[in-house]
């Protein structure tokens, strides 16, 4: 069953993170500082719901220099083993993905962000406040509607120029979060 975004408040400040990425590099909040806008977006292998829209993601990510993408899998490992390391390296080269996917093994990141489902998410601005929240797009698997990211490729426009991102945000849906015993989210 589908799960939905918690729809975090606007104007909230990114949260810190350090995690390790499926290429070896470590990701932090703060190496992202130079760009204009950070995208933090909450995926999963495993999940038809992104993998519906992986590659459309990965093109919205080459579009514009000016923004930095992290993608994070918080997933349960022993829940979903196929968002297990070599998964997700198998899932950057299917996809085209350009940019860092971490592992959130302890789930801290996802509890600090208050991500719900795969995909969740969360473009900040400059400033590193929250500016929008919410969906690629309204294509979900089997509805039929194109994969186009035009919600999210709004929100980054309007984001990489300084402007806020009109208002209604519309919640993302996808798998929920496989979230180890005593880490859900209370």
């Known amino acids: 069953m589908p799960v939905s975004s918690f729809m975090v408040p606007l104007g909230t400040l990114a949260p810190d993170f350090a995690l390790?990425?499926?290429?070896?590099?470590?990701?932090?909040?703060?190496?992202?500082?130079?760009?204009?806008?950070?995208?933090?977006?909450?995926?999963?292998?495993?999940?038809?719901?992104?993998k519906h829209l992986e590659k459309e993601l990965g093109l919205l990510a080459a579009e514009s220099a000016e923004l930095a993408m992290v993608a994070v899998c918080s997933n349960d490992m022993g829940i979903a083993p196929d968002d297990g390391p070599s998964g997700l390296r198998d899932q950057v080269v299917r996809a085209g993905w350009n940019f860092p996917y971490a592992i959130d093994a302890?789930?801290?990141?996802a509890r600090a962000y208050r991500a719900a489902c795969t995909p969740d998410f969360f473009l900040y601005g400059a400033d590193r406040t929250l500016v929008y929240r919410g969906s690629f797009d309204d294509s979900t698997p089997g509805n039929g509607r194109p994969v186009t990211g035009d919600r999210l490729r709004a929100a980054v426009t309007a984001a990489l120029a300084g402007q806020s991102v009109p208002e209604p945000h519309h919640p993302s849906m996808g798998c929920s979060v496989k979230w180890s015993p005593g880490n859900e989210p209370a």
């Open 20 to 50: 390790p990425a499926v290429d070896g590099r470590t990701v932090t909040l703060a190496g992202q500082a130079a760009a204009h806008a950070l995208l933090v977006a909450f995926v999963s292998n495993h999940c038809p719901f992104v």
């Open 106 to 109: 302890d789930q801290a990141t």
